[in-house]
């Protein structure tokens, strides 16, 4: 029997399914490794399960590194695990699609703008430029176009509805934060339950799109800066942070997490970020997240 002052907690989420040989598997590994695994306990069975360590955190996420390719692996304390806010991304994380792209095909140049998006999201371009260069190929769309966008192009990530909810059931604080634009982001906290946003502004004239980006810039050291401060307005202790997202713009948000004693997830990510975050999700959808923080998928919020 483990220490309960001195145990860690490794959780496996399956790509497909999670049987007691994959667990036997994982335990001898952290073995292997100089680490004491202990008991297992299904989060859902065949699905996803928590596995008690006691060792280095560090030391067991090398240890596990070969069986990413067949699971979800998040190795972390065994305290304080139910975070109290969460700080997301949106673009390609809690929705489907990159907004600038999608409304970019309302203008006949939806590819042009997905390159340079891409390019972006890999840390290739710095992000106010390409930002700033892709808003001004915009320019003449008509306002119209952002609407009919959300309306037809703008849908949840599955499982971004039931961690929204099943969070806030127990009292976290959502915070939507994108380098994306405020009529989408206001969208999206409606639809996925978010309760705080910040977003860039597109500068309209009249009808139309102008060309410009309207005040500051949220990029990568604004979505920090809108983490600490939410963080601070929560009154909250920084291990109990959790931030999720995609991209190279997305790297000091989840730095600030980490070095929080939080989790920061990259979310099918570029390499950039999946490499610099804690909890690399590659198999799964949302609720990864959940089972992450030891939820149980009984107790999920669903609907």
Known sequence: MLSASSTNVVTLIAADHLDAGMLSEAA?????????????????????????FQGQIEAARDALRSVENLMDVCVQPSTNRRKMLLVSDMDSTIITVECIDELADYAGIKAEIAEITERAMQGELDFEGALRGRV?????????????CIDERVRLTPGADILLKTMRGWGAHGLLVSGGFTDFVAAVVDMAGFDSMAANR??????????TVDGEIVDA?????????ARQQLGLPSELVLAAGDGANDILM?????????????????????????FAIRHNDLTALLFAQGVRRSEWVMG
Request: charged share 25%.
């Open 136 to 148: 001004a190929l915009l320019k003449g769309l008509h306002r119209d176009s952002i609407q009919q």
């Open 28 to 52: 001898d590994r952290l073995r292997d490794a100089g680490l004491e695994p202990g008991e297992h306990d299904w989060l859902e069975l065949g699905i996803a399960a928590d596995l008690q």
């Open 221 to 229: 050291h604004e979505k920090a800066r809108q983490l600490h401060k």
């Open 202 to 211: 597109l500068g309209i004239s009249g009808e139309y799109l102008n060309g």
């Open 254 to 278: 989840l730095e600030a997490a980490i070095e929080g004693g939080g989790i920061g997830a990259a979310f099918h990510a570029k390499s950039v970020l999946a490499e610099k975050a804690n």
